[in-house]
DNA sequence: TTAATTAATTGGAACGTTCCATATAAGTCA
DNA sequence: TGACTTATATGGAACGTTCCAATTAATTAA
């Protein structure tokens, strides 16, 4: 029916106004009738109008569009996805939309992504960097004014907004909690010690191990992939040191699951025989068997705040760089024995 | 330093020739002479010039812009998750950007985030439809000539294009493999039976167990939410009933963790004690304890092909409806029984 | 009554790009 | 020589919107 696509123009001349006045009913300015506003909003819906985003935002001052991007380094990790769900919600009902993409650890890809959101004019990004991310990278979006927040993973030597989880107090908790359940020597496992996140979990690990007088032998802590294989690579090589561990904080969740089936596969029950924490409390940890006790970081929380922080800072025009950090919680379920010992105790 | 953005008419001024020559240079016109080409590069890079795809698109004929939309029901589900970053694969390697919201199973919010993509300007729309979606809120993309396929779900009574797994020749080969195992009995468990989905699987199930000359009473199908908990929930009533199964075929990987999960916690070992298979081959099917047999559906190249098609019909102008069914093998682990019995026969 | 105020509306210019038709320069052919 | 090509380069006009300054109409103040 129609020949081209509908615009203020067709809707001014069918409702008998002029397109500024259209243009003020698109903007719900207070300045126009409420007879010719009721008017012009039928005849819109009438000719079924779709409003040109583009070429508003071209129009208005700096370009500045109801587009957000946000990279995340891997989409099909449920950790990232939450995050991004998160991110969406409060995105979406500001009217915002988001550019999302997915790096898959690829810093070139990552560079793509940006590049290309940038030129579709996004008014801000949020990005859980790809290893080995470089300020550089942030760069020339902070110097155009284009507000940044980096999440879950740090960029060193950069001046953009951040939100980390307390990765520190996370093991530190974990930790203390085997000890009080009488483990003394605790394993940390899984994770590549060349990342930030690995260090801080570490740090929070050796920390609490000293205040509670134990001892951290270099042996107790090995690295591996951070998927479910490299947890059941690091369990089995955990169990043939001399003197083995009883319990072990694990990198991230991933690692704690295949530590639960390296266990099993050695007719090991986790819980009972070997204590396990993870760390990220991702959604099948509660229904997991054993129930996971883990560090809980609510990764959609996480990305709602990077939103809410994202969208101040696209507001306030002026974007100061802050960093928050998202505190964690130890949640105690199964894999660590706890419960166990509970109804032990019951029974003396 | 600068005081607005850079322009193709600051580039044209600085390197010495027209603004139609830059946008000459800009998209790779055979038509300027390498000399020029080379200094107009050398300026944009000098300048810090960033292109404006919006202004691009509002001039090129019909406001055809490189972007194309993605809705999904659930992102933290990993199905979906990895369906989406199939999706992004192919639509970036082609010189697109994805608009991905999330619409968590709601129609309004589904409603919401279509109307919003259309406003910028999308050229094209992959859609994972939230449940009761209807032909209506697809209608208007088409009538504007923007190609759509819906995934995973159909939308019944709609004319755009579609790619599903086959459903009906999954479950039907989960059973047949099954009843060669020697089960009678045979359960199905998991799913809400409002969905095609639902439908479509339930009917294989019933016509492989016709086919194996089996009879399919009706208190054998039993329903839940399908999920982790939906799953723990259907084993229960399943097993209470008097004339035990001693297998099931699942709605989906989730229901058949969950399953799992149920049987443990009455001291049944799946695989051993009862066979359960699965339905989708999340990632975690494969390294679960004990794996999962399962109906391997691909969604990261369902992603793909999606977006293959929807980019073919973009470039194509014109949108005829094509189908794709997505074919689905059967993979055999533990959770079936059929290694155990397999060295139980090497055995004997 | 006129001047001043308020409320509602409006035409044109601008945003950054692409497209079209035309222009220039150099080379080729009778 | 003049009339063609061919290879490059170019000024506007257009895309759909918003903004600004200006206009008209209705109301109030003096």
């Known amino acids: 029916m129609a020949k081209g696509r509908v615009t203020v123009v067709d809707i001014a001349k069918a409702a008998g106004v002029s397109k500024s006045t259209v243009s003020l009913v698109l903007q719900g300015s207070p300045l126009v009738n409420e007879g010719t506003r009721a008017k012009v909003t039928a005849t819109m819906r009438d000719l079924g109008y779709v409003y040109n985003r583009g070429a508003a935002s071209l129009r208005q001052a700096n370009g500045r569009s109801k587009i957000i991007g946000i990279v995340v380094n891997d989409l099909t990790n449920s950790f990232f996805a939450e995050l991004a769900v998160g991110v969406d919600m409060v995105v979406q009902s500001a009217g915002f939309v988001q550019f999302l993409s997915n790096t898959g650890e690829s810093i070139d890809r990552q560079r793509e992504v940006i590049a290309s959101m940038r030129e579709h004019g996004i008014s801000g990004l949020i990005v859980s960097p790809a290893r080995a991310t470089e300020a550089a990278d942030l760069k020339p979006l902070v110097a155009a004014g284009i507000?940044?927040?980096?999440?879950?993973?740090?960029?060193?030597?950069?001046?953009?907004?951040?939100?980390?989880?307390?990765?520190?107090?996370?093991?530190y908790a974990a930790v203390e909690h085997l000890a009080?359940?009488?483990?003394?020597?605790?394993?940390?496992?899984?994770?590549?010690?060349?990342?930030?996140?690995?260090?801080?979990?570490?740090?929070?690990?050796r920390e609490a191990l000293s205040a509670a007088g134990l001892e951290s032998p270099p042996e107790l802590v090995i690295s591996s992939a951070p998927s479910r294989a490299g947890g059941v690579d690091a369990i089995g090589r955990a169990l043939s040191i001399p003197d083995r561990p009883t319990a072990a904080v694990c990198f991230n969740d991933a690692v704690a699951f295949g530590v639960c089936d390296g266990l099993r596969a050695r007719r090991m029950e986790p819980g009972r025989d070997f204590a396990v924490v993870g760390f990220d409390d991702v959604i099948e940890a509660k229904t997991a068997v054993p129930a996971l006790t883990t560090i809980s970081v609510d990764p959609q929380g996480m990305g709602r705040r990077a939103a809410q922080l994202l969208l101040k800072q696209i507001n306030a025009g002026k974007a100061d760089a802050e960093s928050i950090v998202n505190s964690v919680r130890l949640v105690i379920r199964e894999s660590c024995g706890a419960k166990q010992k509970q109804s032990e105790r019951k029974l003396a």
């Open 147 to 171: 507000p940044v927040v980096v999440a879950v993973r740090n960029v060193p030597g950069t001046k953009v907004s951040s939100i980390v989880s307390d990765n520190r107090a996370g093991t």
């Open 180 to 205: 009080s359940l009488g483990h003394r020597r605790v394993a940390f496992l899984g994770g590549f010690p060349d990342t930030a996140v690995f260090d801080e979990r570490l740090d929070g690990y």
